[in-house]
């Protein structure tokens, strides 16, 4: 009755184009579904873990990933800290208030899931991943945050990729952490403002700190969205941190209470570290 209504405020060669437009979606839904179960069809999804049929990673085996029990400044990575806050003596050198880490990068199938999310393409995985996120906030003294929001992607990367991780595992946590009730979130609110080399491929960690240093901002139009809230930003996998101290630094710049951060894991960084 609506869509009939609007119908009728519109000019007979605007409903015809709104039409066409909604035909096209459709079809490109349903060839989109359709190339979707000729490749189930063909290439069945199987467990990485145990290669069982039907899912990417399955319940069983992601029951079996352990919780980072013991967590730490995110700075130093020295000082073991409740929920992974900034310890007293590093608050002072970083914007950001703390770093949850859901699991251990040192767990096969971690590692093996967020290389398969991140350079296989494999974007249903999503859902696994985004279910150790939804327990590790669940089961921590972190309270709920007012907005969650996703380490921005450059649009040349995303178009490499096709999505940005991060943002389906905001989307996942927005919905999911409290049941019947969804969290804020959004993907404007904090962007990427310049190309920067894919931070896997800086190998020194003075010089991925430089690589991403002013690469994030805060439209002006977003500013009163960020101001005041508390915000947690989240991402697949911290190995230095320097992305996410970056994006912390330019969300308390446009007026954050706080900023948390949580990754499924944290990657040791081995190389030089001057
Ligand atoms: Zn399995
Ligand atoms: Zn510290």
């Known amino acids: 009755m609506q869509l009939n209504h609007r119908n009728m405020l519109l000019s007979p060669s605007q409903s015809t184009a709104r039409l ?19 490749l189930d069809t063909l290439f ?57 880490v859901a699991t251990s990068y040192q767990s096969r199938i971690i590692s093996h899931a967020i290389h398969c999310f991140k350079y296989r393409f ?45 943002w389906l595992l905001a989307q996942y946590l927005a919905e999911h952490l409290t049941p019947g009730f969804s969290i804020s979130t959004t993907e404007s609110s904090l962007i990427r403002q310049r190309y920067t080399h894919p931070q896997a491929q800086v190998k020194k960690h003075a010089a991925r700190a430089q690589n991403i240093r002013g690469a994030f901002q805060v439209p002006k139009e977003s500013r009163p969205e960020i101001a005041g809230k508390n915000i947690l930003l989240v991402d697949d996998v911290a190995t230095t941190g320097a992305t996410i101290f970056e994006c912390a630094k330019a969300l308390k710049k446009s007026g954050a209470k706080s900023v948390f951060a949580l990754v499924i894991a944290r990657q040791s960084f081995k190389t030089d570290k001057h």
């Open 44 to 100: 069945p999804l199987t467990c990485l873990s145990c290669r069982q049929e039907g899912l990417l990673l399955c319940d069983q085996c992601l029951a079996k990933i352990p919780f980072q029990l013991e967590q730490h400044c995110p700075i130093c990575e020295h000082h073991s800290t409740p929920a992974g806050r900034t310890c007293l003596a590093c608050c002072t050198r970083s914007s950001l208030d703390g770093m949850l």
């Open 20 to 38: 066409r437009s909604s035909c096209v979606t459709i079809k490109i839904a349903m060839a989109h579904r359709l190339i979707q179960i000729i």
């Open 122 to 166: 494999a974007e249903s995985l999503h859902e696994p991943l985004g279910k150790i996120l939804v327990n590790a906030l669940s089961h921590s003294e972190l309270t709920l945050p007012d907005l969650i929001l996703p380490v921005p992607l450059h649009p040349r990367r995303l178009r490499w990729r096709g999505f940005n991780q991060s």
